[in-house]
């Protein structure tokens, strides 16, 4: 990240660098918790969380609080040393459940954010309705029933669906979005393990079927969630993005130190010319990501007008590159590259399935249109 750091930041940024490295580094996960149900221990967790993982987009009142006062940017270093670690655990879901959450007033609500907080539980977002989709695209509906709210559909994937103790659960319904909390325990859910390409993190597949709620366990107003839905996709697009940029940066050295270090007719890799246009290529891209990066998480942190363009913008373009940079990095290590025990995959399946979470780059784009549309309009 390119951000200007005060020294409160540094240390954030370098106590989780240290943490990650010594607690999962990519030996560890390649083996040990290749397997495990969750892909971590819930100690590292919960470890993660008293270093401040879970609080950064939480107000004060509610037992939050960042480093800087942009809890976006803040919580933005913390994603780049995920990403340059291929890290696990709920990162994405519990900040943004977390920052859902916070300023509400409701029992429910208030004790869940606690848990998020502390690392004692895992509340994960299934997003079965969002603002770049086309009517009758959503998956899940929300229909008042009383005094309850009655949820029917499906989302996938979910991520840590298996593990989480609460969804917050994205539907349509008549008038616009609603967003409900509900325990994974509540009758009539159905989660089903998914099989991802991220060796490091765990994916569910999550089945409404007519799950009550009482009216108490909505967060905001039914049918018109809309905008605080747009704030919760900002915040997953400036953490996503930013831990795209981090397993850019580390498949780029890995692949700069390989082309130096390999030789073919006498002479390093590095030195030939076809070689060093493709690697030029891989460092424009890298440094306009960790540009549109950093400008999405200070736009984000500061609410302005731009936020959710630039948001959207920096998912979008990281979204293609990541993808792109990491398979070239593949290409130039040539066959040892494609191998399991070679460290390049984690990072490769990283940003891959970043570029797919919480809005495609294609969904990101007609989100932007959808926005600039609105601006014409109301000029």
């Not at 221990?41 to 270093?51: C, F, K, M, R, V």
């Not at 987009?57 to 976006?72: C, M, N, P, Q, T």
């Not at 499906?154 to 008038?175: D, F, H, I, N, W």
Request: hydrophobic content about 45%.
């Amino acid at each position: 990240m390119w951000h200007n750091l005060t020294s409160d930041q540094e240390l954030l940024r370098d106590t989780t660098a240290r943490f990650l490295g010594d607690q999962v580094p990519l030996s560890l996960m390649r083996k040990d918790l290749r397997n495990d149900p969750a892909g971590f221990d819930p100690a590292y967790w919960q470890s993660g969380a008293e270093l401040g993982w879970t609080m950064l987009l939480v107000g004060e009142d509610d037992g939050g609080g960042s480093v800087s006062g942009r809890g976006a940017v803040d919580l933005a270093l913390i994603a780049y040393e995920f990403g340059k670690h291929a890290a696990p655990g709920p990162l994405v879901d519990c900040n943004v459940v977390a920052a859902a959450l916070s300023g509400q007033g409701g029992e429910l609500q208030q004790a869940v954010l606690g848990e998020v907080i502390s690392g004692a539980s895992i509340a994960t977002s299934a997003m079965g309705a969002a603002p770049w989709q086309r009517p009758g695209e959503a998956t899940v509906t929300i229909r008042r029933d009383g005094d309850d709210v009655v949820i029917d559909g499906s989302v996938r994937p979910v991520e840590s669906a298996k593990q989480a103790g609460y969804l917050l659960v994205t539907g349509m319904s008549e008038g616009g979005m609603t967003q409900v909390l509900v325990p994974t325990g509540a009758p009539g859910i159905e989660i089903k393990a998914l099989k991802g390409m991220d060796v490091t993190r765990r994916f569910g597949s999550v089945t409404f079927n007519g799950v009550r709620a009482p009216a108490s366990a909505l967060l905001g107003e039914y049918g018109r969630a809309g905008e605080q839905v747009s704030r919760q996709i900002q915040n997953a697009a400036v953490i996503l993005s930013a831990e795209s940029v981090g397993a850019m940066d580390a498949a780029f050295d890995m692949t700069l130190d390989w082309a130096f270090g390999r030789y073919t007719f006498g002479r390093a890799l590095a030195s030939y010319q076809a070689l060093k246009h493709r690697f030029a290529d891989m460092k424009s891209w890298l440094e306009a990501s960790h540009a549109i990066s950093d400008a999405a998480a200070e736009a984000v942190a500061d609410q302005t007008d731009l936020a959710a363009e630039t948001a959207s913008a920096a998912k979008s373009y990281i979204g293609v590159q990541g993808p792109e940079l990491a398979q070239e990095g593949v290409q130039l290590h040539g066959g040892i590259g494609v191998t399991y025990e070679h460290d390049l995959h984690f990072f490769l399946r990283r940003v891959t399935l970043n570029s797919l979470l919480y809005g495609t780059p294609a969904e990101h784009r007609r989100l932007i249109a959808q926005i600039r549309m609105a601006q014409e309009n109301a000029a």
